[in-house]
């Protein structure tokens, strides 16, 4: 299996099984509301819920896997399967330990807590169930940091599906708690604290198999001298600051947002939520997938190899985000009208929202572009570089923000997030061309204007089609479901025959992996 082939796959792999956890988390967030609504008890949870949230964010998906896995290869590779697993087994030992302090801390001091995420909380009742629930939820990050502990050593060895399952079970936990638990108890929310500690638990079960089999099964090694661990807090540092510089983006913005006129906030969140669908789906499952691979390339000396399958992976991502783009463009004011047009948001509200989500579109290629190449600088251990682009980023879009937020309102903070991404991408490929060499070459850019060009006609076919239908109209109605489905239906047809009629080299390829795949069968 070539290494591109191998790339595909795990980010279809990771692309499918995604897509199945955001329609559970769907489903559970409406079962949320269906149960607990706007409630005390529903605010109780969803802040005892964010403590260890913004932990699991900062400390474990993203800055220990993305840390923990080129360390982990480039010592299987230079010094054996053995050394590898005396490093997971020193990490494992010292990273219990450490969130075992942390959980017992939180558990204690969780009235303190409280106060400082929750100090507008007034009622008494309000502020002790939220202290409660907290203490019930905060274990659930020491359980998520092995998963994600797990999820290195997995996408390692080439295993994408039982890490990213992980997800879907938390959202049925969470679902079947609400309707079996809930009934039982004096305080109906607590099941839903109970129903995410069990998701937890069920999250680690399902890498336990997979680990031993694999030959990682965790052994207890006290070694916190291990050189290797030293060098995976450092690798870590510059992590976490990348990570808290995207945080802190969405809390700056957020505050200019307060400055606009009354529902700016809501339009920027409800728009932000439908742009990160193509990204959780397809870009992060494809950063995901290319990270093992490059660091293996790295760690066995083939930089060549690496520069071409970061080449290959940003081809097929601006193949993936130029027509998911144009489709965003095209149908957002169906998209809105649909899902969310109805009692307090009516047809002026799904516009603007709708106007939002038109200005992040336009920089969706550039996000997924920054996507693939940081896990290159993660490949060769270097954190920094994406850090200090990030933060020139940063920077660039506060100026950008004051400026634009003035003659376009929240379309302009939309907008500024876009135009610093593109400062971010160019920063980041001007950085790795000096290091491994050009990686934007002449089929890159032919690649990319052959997408382009099918992703226009895409958006003219789906935004036709979806004139057909009156949006206006509140609510959800058979004429409208039939025709967003339709656009969406005849925008992908269109790219396809597009990219087809052009000659893209992502048509070519996909076509010879379908064609592999039913030789096998």
């Known amino acids: ?54 932990l699991r964010r900062l400390f474990a998906e993203g800055a220990l896997t993305v840390s923990f896995i080129p360390l982990f290869k480039e010592a299987q590779i230079k010094e054996g399967r053995e050394k590898a697993r005396e490093i997971s087994d020193v990490v494992f030992t010292f990273l219990s330990l450490i969130l075992a302090i942390i959980v017992i801390f939180a558990i204690i001091f969780a009235p303190e807590i409280v106060k400082v995420i929750a100090f507008g909380f007034e009622s008494p009742e309000k502020y002790e169930l939220t202290v409660y629930l907290t203490r019930i939820t905060f274990p659930y990050l020491f359980l998520i940091c092995l998963v994600a502990l797990s999820m290195g050593i997995l996408n390692s060895e080439g295993h994408f599906a039982a890490p990213a399952m992980a997800p879907i079970l938390l959202n049925i936990s969470i679902i079947i708690a609400a309707f079996f638990l809930s009934p039982l108890l004096d305080e109906p929310v607590v099941s839903l604290a109970i129903g995410v500690l069990l998701g937890g638990v069920l999250q680690v079960l399902l890498q336990i198999p997979f680990v031993k089999r694999a030959g990682y099964f965790p052994r207890i090694n006290l070694n916190f001298s291990h050189p290797a661990l030293r060098k995976l807090l450092i690798l870590m540092g510059p992590a976490v600051f990348g990570i808290a510089v995207y945080q802190l983006n969405i809390f700056i913005t957020t505050i200019l947002a307060t ?16 742009f990160q669908l193509p990204l959780g789906i397809f870009v992060i499952s494809l950063a995901t997938a290319v990270l093992p691979t490059m660091s293996e390339q790295v760690s066995s000396g083939r930089i060549d190899n690496m520069r071409e399958s970061l080449s290959f992976s940003l081809k097929i991502i601006f193949f993936i985000t130029l027509p998911a783009a144009a489709g965003l463009i095209a149908i957002s004011v169906p998209v809105f009208s649909l899902f969310f047009q109805r009692g307090e948001f009516d047809y002026e509200t799904t516009l603007k929202t709708a106007s939002a989500l038109k200005y992040y579109a336009l920089g969706l290629w550039a996000i997924g572009g920054i996507k693939i190449i940081v896990p290159a600088f993660y490949a060769m251990q270097d954190m920094k570089t994406p850090v200090r682009a990030a933060f020139m ?80 109209v509140n609510g959800i109605n058979s004429e409208k479901v039939i025709i967003l489905t339709g656009s969406m239906a005849s925008g992908v047809l269109a790219y396809l025959v597009s990219s087809f009629l052009l000659r893209s080299e992502e048509i070519g390829y996909i076509r010879k992996v379908l064609k592999e795949k039913r030789k096998t069968r």
Do not use: C
């Open 1 to 54: 299996m070539s290494e591109n082939r191998k790339i595909v796959k795990g980010a279809g792999l990771v692309g499918g099984l995604t897509l199945i956890s955001r329609i559970f988390g769907l489903v559970r967030d409406m079962v949320i509301a269906r149960f607990f609504g706007a409630t005390m008890a529903a605010d109780a949870f969803f802040i005892a819920l964010r403590i260890p949230n913004v």
């Open 259 to 274: 400055l606009l006129p009354e529902g700016s906030v809501s339009y920027l969140y409800y728009a932000d939520r439908f």
């Open 393 to 472: 980023a940063f920077g660039a879009n506060i100026v950008l923000s004051v400026v634009l937020m003035g003659p376009l309102q929240h379309g302009g903070l939309a907008l500024a997030t876009t135009l610093s991404a593109l400062l971010n991408l160019a920063i980041l490929l001007s950085i790795i061309a000096s290091k491994v060499g050009k990686v934007i070459d002449k089929s890159v850019i032919i690649s990319f204007v052959k997408s382009f060009l099918a992703a226009i006609a895409t958006g003219v076919v789906a935004y036709y089609f979806s004139t057909l239908a009156d949006w206006k």
